[in-house]
C-alpha cells in the first residue's frame, strides 16, 4: 500500500555546528548526519514511498519517538528549517517591557521603567531568530504581560521552530494562562510565603503559585526559577518538595549578583562558599551541548525593550548595537572568549565553562574565576573560621 511520510507538527530542523532535528515540545535536539538531513528536507507529506527510502533504523526512530507518522494519503507539512554558522545563536532573551507590577529588593535590572519594546520589532525578532535556527526564546521584561500588544506577539508564537518560554512573576499569570501559545512558563519563586512577600511584596507568593497552578491546568510545562538569598536559606527543604509538587519540568537555582536593586543590599547576599551548595537543588533545564571549550553563554543573547541588544541580560551597558541592523548582525559581534582565555585553570572548566561571567567580573575581573563555581566544585573552600566570625587572626 502507498505510504506518505510526514513530519510532526511539533518538528523542526535546525542546520546549528552540526544538522539536528529539535522536537520543540520536549525540548530535545536530535543530532543528523548529511544523509539524514538532506533526506528529511525532502519529508513534505505529499511525496508517495519517501519511507523505501529512509535508512530502516532511523525511520524507527523518527517513528516510535512520534517524530514523524506514515498516512494512508498526502498531508502536507512544512517543517521550519533555520541555519546559521558556529557558534550558533540558541537561546534569546527578548526583553518586552520595562513595566513590572512589582517592585521586588532584588531584580537584577534595578527600578522598573515605561519602554515597551514596539511590536513591529518584536514580530521581526521572531522571524529573525527562527531563520537562524533558534531553539528557545524565553519572552521576558519587566513582566512580559504587561506590554501593551503581548496578546498579538503570543499569537505570532504559533507555528513557530523555537521553543517559547515566559518568564513571570506569576501574579498575572492566572486569568490568561489558558490562551498562552508558549510552551513553558517559568515563575520565581524566592522561598516560601515570607522570603518571597517580603523581597516582591505582600500577597505576591500566593498570586505566583495560582499562577503556576493555571498554566499547569492550561496543559503547559512549568517551571521555577529561585534565586539563592539570606531570607530563603532555611527554605530550600521545603521549597524542593513544593515545586516538585507542581509538576515542574525544570527548577533553575541561581546565585544573584550585586547589581540593580541588590547593589548596596550586602544584607541579601549570601557569600560564595555559603551559596554554592544550594545549586544542587536545580533539575531539569539544562542547556543544549554547548561548543567545546566555549564559556558561559556563549550560545546566548539577549534584546532589551529599549531595541539594544546584548550578550545577556546583565550586559545592558555593553550593547552590541541596536536590533535595526538585524538580529544576525549583532550576534555577529558577540565576544566569544573561549575558556583558555580565563584565569581559572582548573580541571574542572570545561564542566562548569567558567561560571556565570558577570558574577566573575563583579568578584575577581573579566578573566577571573566566578567564586561560587570554585566554591561548587571544592577549588576554594570557605575561608579560615576567624575570617567567618569576624574574630581577629
Known sequence: MSAYLSLDDRVSLRRLEEPCLYDRVADELYELDEGAWAFLLRVDGVTEGLDREADPDFLKVLLEEGLARLTGGPIPCRPVVGSQSSPSLRYLELYLTQ????RCGHCFLGRAGTTDLPEEIALRMLDDFDALGGLRLLLTGGEALLHPAFRRIDSALEGRGFRSVLLSNGTLLEDVAAGLHVQEVQVSLDGLRPAHDALRGPGAFDRALRGLRAAAVAGLDVSVATTVNALDRD???ELEQLVRGLGARAWHVDVPSECGSLAGRADLL???WQAAGYLDYAFGGGTHDAVPGAVC???LMAVFADGVGAKCGFYHDEPLGRVDE????LWGRVPRPGVESLACGC????????G?????LTYNGVAGPDPVQCCRYGVLGSPPMEEVSGEDP
Open 235 to 237: 527554605d530550600f527543604p
Open 326 to 329: 538585524g538580529l544576525d548582525v
Open 297 to 299: 553563554g556563549s550560545h
Open 270 to 272: 549570601l557569600p560564595p
Open 347 to 354: 580541571e574542572y572548566v570545561e564542566e562548569c565553562h567558567g
Open 99 to 102: 513595566r513590572c507590577n512589582l
Open 356 to 360: 556565570c561571567r558577570f558574577r566573575a
